[in-house]
């Protein structure tokens, strides 16, 4: 048996759904959090031993899609026949919610209505008449509150659902047989609708406050939304998060956790003292110091991810998304670009499904190509590692990652504007400003520790994989003999990422070693930690305060070869090239075009290389007085990609003003 | 012929009657209609900034540009 819930964007379905399941799936305080259908059993003690399929779905205000997650929904419920359906109503605002109700009430499919967030209308005093609305709507009703699921009525609201399956309800209201394609008809239809809902509101509510009034949290707002204040004010919440969870709590955390990680790695090579010493270099420094090098920056992004989830989850990234739209749509984008952005400083795979609020198919696209240029967590541990091993772990590494990040999105954005002609659409922004809300601390340490998780399983799976092929690869050679010790360029990484090292020369750094970790970077990012720690056997690198003691980062300087401009200009690389393939993946299946993923992958491939090669030529020139090694090559590499840039902005544009003047013809001939 | 009057000429605080709303757009006319921003209905400006305002429509605060304000005729 399936039974879905659907309802208005915000309601809390995915916070009873989760409650319901046990699952643990990604809830925020604003609307579009969900853009995807989870399906999931019900929990025992709430299906009774049958087996009952909870269906989540993306929150729609009514059956006619406007973005597209709202098309999943009304989908869903059209076409794939659930036994009952929930309809999770926004007690707070139940005169827009009913439209929609009444809307799933004619599908023939039995309804139960929950009357979700009831503890905030028992606050505001406003109340409504359960057994009257129940009588109006010709279905059950129980209040409920998704985030407290011991004292609420979701336990009967479920067991209701449950009977009822099968059944038939009467529908309160039936859309007259009108043509649908006929607008004005339709329009006609849908105010019914609407006055019918209204009937039903006056009838059974009863409100103490208007919402109406201008209160305590609509000034907040005010100064949230103003222009500068708020900008400000979202500046620093963001560089509290990054300070917090990189410069100050995750890495006291981490520094205890390394040392724990250090302990065990000696331990292993003291087991493995007597056994050959090829298998105690596999299993001590590739495995266990290369799965521990990764692992040691585990606290910094579980940290953040604590932080953000807090963010998410008190109301705030609405109004984040509402003072930044006019800045976001100089650029060509919308408000509603932030979320992603936002998001993306945990894990680009969600941030790119998040774009899918944005209603402007270009504006999306725009979004999904650029916000993997935020660094995201799995790039923690990278930015974590350079500034640790050749800035004394200052501090301004981790900004000026982030910043440069944003500066990105903001250039990438206007260049797709450029290229992609903007000047002719227009782009309304509307986005509902929900009540705000304590952050929920129990959720926040849910979602660090299913964070956690996540990221332990990826370093004991695909990069431990990822570490052992590295190890292997570099401690043989084509003839599967041992590689002998001076010899290391005989093997076959080395042969492998030679050619690509030779490409990274003008960047400062083309050496097989750090072409080989940039590569495993792609399968996934912590990767270039893991595969530096192996092929560097630098496994304690990671630890700052040892570095400071045995002269820091000349040593380790000396060891990759890295001085810190190149350093930096290595850091930026890895940041700001393409991210990892499981982003490519989301990438491609979110723009649906491969004339855009090709476009997002050569942009951000562009990128890299430019940022890497302006920051080792110009920082050379300004630290050693001279351009670095292969300034002319570089610079003819750049000039070629700049060449395809205008060469594809000139076929996208001319087939653009082809369709616009197509366009205005037609709308001219046809006011003749 | 008299100016109409839009959402940007609305004072805050103050409650307004939608008389037209007209985006140019039927989708984005029709999602504002979802929301219960109609003609008939009730509107009120609840703050305004230099490029966007909040609204109360029904019992929601919503955050519109100016783009959209302008098309909401008072």
């Given at each position: 048996m399936?039974?879905?819930?659907a309802?208005n964007p915000n309601?809390?379905k995915t916070?009873?759904?989760?409650a319901?399941t046990?699952?643990?799936e990604?809830v925020?305080?604003w609307g579009g959090?969900?853009?995807?259908r989870?399906e ?5 003690e709430?299906s009774?031993?049958?087996e009952?399929i909870a ?10 899609p406007?973005?597209?997650e709202e ?5 869903y419920?059209?076409?794939?026949n659930?036994?009952a359906i929930?309809n ?6 139940l005169s827009?919610?009913?439209?929609f ?19 905030v ?9 359960v057994?009257k609305l129940?009588?109006?709507l010709?279905c059950?009703?129980f ?6 699921d011991k004292?609420?009525g ?5 067991a ?5 399956a099968?059944?038939i309800?009467?529908?309160p209201?039936?859309q007259?047989?009108?043509n649908?394609?006929d ?16 009937k039903?509101v006056?009838?059974v509510e009863?409100r103490k ?14 100064v949230l ?6 900008i400000?004010?979202f500046a620093?919440v963001?560089f509290?998060?990054f ?7 995750g890495p006291?955390i ?7 990680i250090?302990t065990?790695q000696?331990?292993?090579?003291g087991?493995l003292?007597?056994s050959?010493?090829i ?5 001590a ?8 090098a990764?692992?040691?920056f585990?606290p ?7 932080l953000?989830a ?7 990234m609405a109004r ?11 650029v060509?984008l919308s408000?509603?670009s932030v ?6 400083t945990?894990?680009g ?6 774009c ?13 190509m650029l916000?993997?240029?935020i660094p995201?967590g799995?790039?923690i541990p990278?930015?974590?590692l ?8 200052a ?7 982030y910043f440069?990040?944003?500066t990105?999105?903001f250039?990438?954005?206007l260049?797709?504007?450029v290229?992609?002609?903007?000047k ?15 952050p929920?601390l ?5 979602s ?11 370093a004991?799976t ?7 092929v590295?190890?292997?690869?570099q401690s ?6 041992a ?5 290391e360029n005989t ?5 492998i ?8 020369i003008?960047?400062?750094?083309g050496?097989?070693q750090?072409?080989?970790a ?12 893991g ?6 056997g630098?496994?304690?690198?990671i ?8 002269g ?5 300087a000396?060891?990759m070869?890295?001085t810190?401009?190149?350093?930096l ?5 890895n940041l ?5 393939f499981a ?5 491609n299946?979110?723009m ?11 942009l951000?491939?562009g990128t890299g290389?430019t940022i ?7 920082g050379?020139l ?6 670095a ?6 610079l003819?590499a750049?000039?070629?990609?700049v060449?395809i ?6 076929k996208v544009?001319a ?5 616009y003047e197509l366009h205005?013809?037609k709308?001219s001939r046809?006011?003749? | 012929?008299e100016e109409?009057?839009?959402?940007l ?10 008389k037209?709303i007209n985006?140019?757009?039927?989708d984005?006319?029709?999602f504002?209609f ?12 609840i703050s305004?900034?230099k ?8 019992d929601?605060?919503y955050n ?11």
């Amino acid at each position: 048996m399936r039974i879905a819930f659907a309802g208005n964007p915000n309601s809390g379905k995915t916070t009873m759904y989760n409650a319901l399941t046990g699952r643990s799936e990604k809830v925020g305080n604003w609307g579009g959090v969900t853009v995807g259908r989870k399906e999931y059993q019900l929990k025992k003690e709430y299906s009774g031993g049958q087996e009952i399929i909870a269906v989540d779905l993306p929150g729609a205000y009514s059956m006619s899609p406007f973005t597209p997650e709202e098309g999943i929904t009304s989908e869903y419920v059209r076409t794939a026949n659930p036994d009952a359906i929930v309809n999770i109503v926004d007690a707070t605002n139940l005169s827009r919610s009913l439209f929609f109700t009444t809307q799933l009430l004619e599908l023939g499919i039995p309804v139960v209505v929950a009357l979700n967030k009831s503890d905030v209308n028992a606050k505001e005093g406003t109340e409504i008449d359960v057994d009257k609305l129940s009588a109006k709507l010709n279905c059950p009703v129980f209040k409920t509150v998704s985030i407290d699921d011991k004292n609420s009525g979701l336990k009967e609201m479920i067991a209701k659902a449950i009977s009822l399956a099968g059944t038939i309800q009467k529908a309160p209201y039936m859309q007259a047989d009108i043509n649908l394609h006929d607008k004005d008809a339709v329009d006609a239809e849908d105010r019914k609708r609407y006055d019918f809902v209204n009937k039903i509101v006056a009838d059974v509510e009863k409100r103490k406050t208007l919402s109406t009034e201008v209160g305590k949290a609509d000034k907040l707002d005010a100064v949230l939304t103003n222009p500068i204040a708020g900008i400000l004010i979202f500046a620093a919440v963001m560089f509290g998060v990054f300070w917090i969870s990189q410069t100050w709590l995750g890495p006291l955390i981490a520094d205890w956790l390394v040392g724990w990680i250090e302990t065990f790695q000696g331990w292993v090579a003291g087991q493995l003292e007597n056994s050959p010493a090829i298998l105690s270099a596999l299993l001590a420094d590739g495995i266990v110091g290369g799965v521990g090098a990764v692992v040691g920056f585990l606290p910094l992004v579980m940290v953040m991810y604590f932080l953000i989830a807090l963010l998410e989850d008190c109301g705030y990234m609405a109004r984040v998304s509402a003072v930044m739209d006019p800045i976001f749509k100089r650029v060509g984008l919308s408000g509603k670009s932030v979320i992603p952005v936002v998001i993306g400083t945990g894990c680009g795979i969600p941030a790119i499904m998040a774009c899918r609020t944005i209603r402007d198919e270009r504006e999306r696209r725009a979004t999904t190509m650029l916000t993997t240029f935020i660094p995201c967590g799995a790039k923690i541990p990278v930015i974590g590692l350079f500034a640790g091993a050749f800035f004394n772990g200052a501090g301004w590494v981790s900004t000026l990652s982030y910043f440069l990040g944003l500066t990105l999105i903001f250039f990438g954005a206007l260049l797709i504007k450029v290229i992609t002609g903007y000047k002719y659409r227009k782009s309304f922004f509307i986005m509902e400003l929900p009540k705000w809300k304590a952050p929920s601390l129990k959720y926040a340490f849910k979602s660090m520790m299913e964070r956690a998780k996540a990221y332990i399983i990826k370093a004991a799976t695909i990069i431990l994989i990822c570490n052992t092929v590295v190890q292997v690869m570099q401690s043989f050679n084509w003839h599967f003999q041992a590689v002998e010790e001076g010899a290391e360029n005989t093997s076959i990484l080395a042969s492998i990422a030679s050619p690509f090292a030779i490409l990274l020369i003008p960047l400062g750094f083309g050496v097989w070693q750090l072409a080989a970790a940039a590569i495993t970077g792609f399968i996934a990012k912590e990767n270039v930690v893991g595969t530096l720690a192996v092929v560097y056997g630098l496994t304690s690198f990671i630890d700052v305060d040892e570095l400071e003691m045995t002269g820091g980062a000349s040593t380790v300087a000396a060891t990759m070869g890295l001085t810190s401009v190149t350093a930096l200009a290595y850091l930026f690389f890895n940041l700001y090239t393409p991210p990892c393939f499981a982003a490519i993946g989301a990438m491609n299946s979110e723009m649906q075009s491969k004339g855009w993923l090709w476009g997002a992958i050569g942009l951000q491939l562009g990128t890299g290389y430019t940022i890497a090669f302006l920051v080792n030529q110009i920082g050379t020139l300004m630290t050693e007085g001279h351009l670095a090694a292969g300034f002319l090559p570089g610079l003819i590499a750049v000039a070629c990609m700049v060449a395809i840039l205008i060469l594809v902005s000139r076929k996208v544009r001319a087939h653009f003003d082809e369709q616009y003047e197509l366009h205005k013809g037609k709308a001219s001939r046809a006011a003749a | 012929m008299e100016e109409k009057m839009t959402l940007l000429d609305a004072e805050i605080g103050k409650t307004y009657t939608v008389k037209e709303i007209n985006t140019d757009d039927d989708d984005m006319n029709s999602f504002l209609f979802r929301l219960g921003c109609y003609t008939g209905e009730p509107i009120t400006l609840i703050s305004k900034k230099k490029k966007s305002c909040i609204v109360a429509i029904k019992d929601g605060r919503y955050n519109l540009d100016n783009l959209l304000s302008e098309a909401i005729i008072i």
